[in-house]
């Protein structure tokens, strides 16, 4: 009996720390993940002041609105409060879970999408602005993709890290809480272009 006894107590604690193990596998891998890719992109809280600079440079802004690596959703909500059908994509679905909860308490949920995704894997194509939280390993690609993808009218606000190539057409902020707005129209000459067709039509 007592050898019994001895086997059932193994065979339980093996079953509870392997469940354990697997549970925690569970959790930390959506975060590990990411860390391992070639770029990585930790998630870090967006403060209250990045959040109201950010939303400084959509005043006067109107049309869809995409974050991209937009965490527990912060920047996405405050969007939808201000109006905007706002979007985010983000790799870690337990952030994706909770920024469609905390949606869903804020009652902006039918405002607010929240995607599972890589971002290279996704067109922002049909976004007329751009929220970025990125790194500065990402920022040269990034930059590249957006001017592919983007049309002329689009608003690209960058936070704690600026574009290596594009000049910002607006700055506000300090140390970490700083953002840069970049209007596509101007980084890609799109005004330019649009006199010399004016000009050679009225020619």
Not at 42 to 55: G, K
Not at 98 to 104: D, L, Q
Not at 150 to 156: K, T
């Amino acid at each position: 009996e007592g050898g019994s006894r001895r086997r059932r107590w193994g065979l339980l604690v093996t079953a509870s720390v392997g469940g354990t193990l697997v549970a925690l596998y569970a959790v930390v891998t959506p975060f590990v993940t990411p860390a391992l890719r070639k770029v990585c992109l930790p998630f870090v809280p967006a403060t209250s002041t990045q959040i109201q600079n950010v939303l400084k440079m959509l005043e006067n802004r109107s049309g869809s609105l995409v974050d991209i690596g937009s965490g527990d959703g912060r920047i996405v909500i405050a969007a939808a409060k201000r109006g905007f059908k706002a979007v985010g994509y983000e790799l870690n679905p337990w952030l994706v879970w909770y920024s469609r909860y905390h949606a869903w308490r804020d009652g902006v949920h039918q405002n607010t999408k929240f995607y599972i995704s890589d971002l290279w894997k996704v067109s922002f194509s049909h976004y007329a602005n751009v929220v970025v939280f990125g790194v500065p390993q990402m920022m040269p690609q990034l930059e590249k993709k957006l001017e592919e993808e983007l049309e002329c009218n689009a608003r690209i606000i960058a936070c704690r890290f600026p574009f290596p190539c594009w000049i910002p057409d607006h700055t506000t902020g300090e140390g970490i809480d700083t953002v840069w707005a970049y209007d596509l129209k101007h980084s890609r000459g799109c005004e330019t272009k649009n006199l010399e067709i004016t000009t050679e039509t009225e020619s």
